[in-house]
């Protein structure tokens, strides 16, 4: 069995989803619309936790274990 990628506050939203699609889940719960965003592309997982009032590290640490 492969190990998950290592996720970190650069990788974008995109890529998260991309290659850990066991996180859209998490995302949502968190009330993040990031699945089909025009801004997944641009925006890192430090620059969505900011802009929906999230903590970065408990958001990566949730996205991590998922």
């Known amino acids: 069995m492969r190990d998950k990628p290592e ?8 890529d998260v989803m991309r290659i850990r699609p066991e996180t859209i889940p998490v ?3 968190n009330r ?7 801004l997944a592309p641009f925006h890192d ?4 936790a900011r802009e929906h009032g999230l903590d970065e590290a408990e ?3 949730q996205l991590s274990n998922s």
């Open 32 to 38: 993040m619309h990031c699945v089909g965003c025009l």
């Open 27 to 29: 995302l949502l719960r």
């Open 45 to 48: 997982i430090s620059d969505a």
């Open 59 to 61: 958001l990566i640490g």
């Open 7 to 14: 996720l970190h506050a650069g990788m974008t939203i995109e």
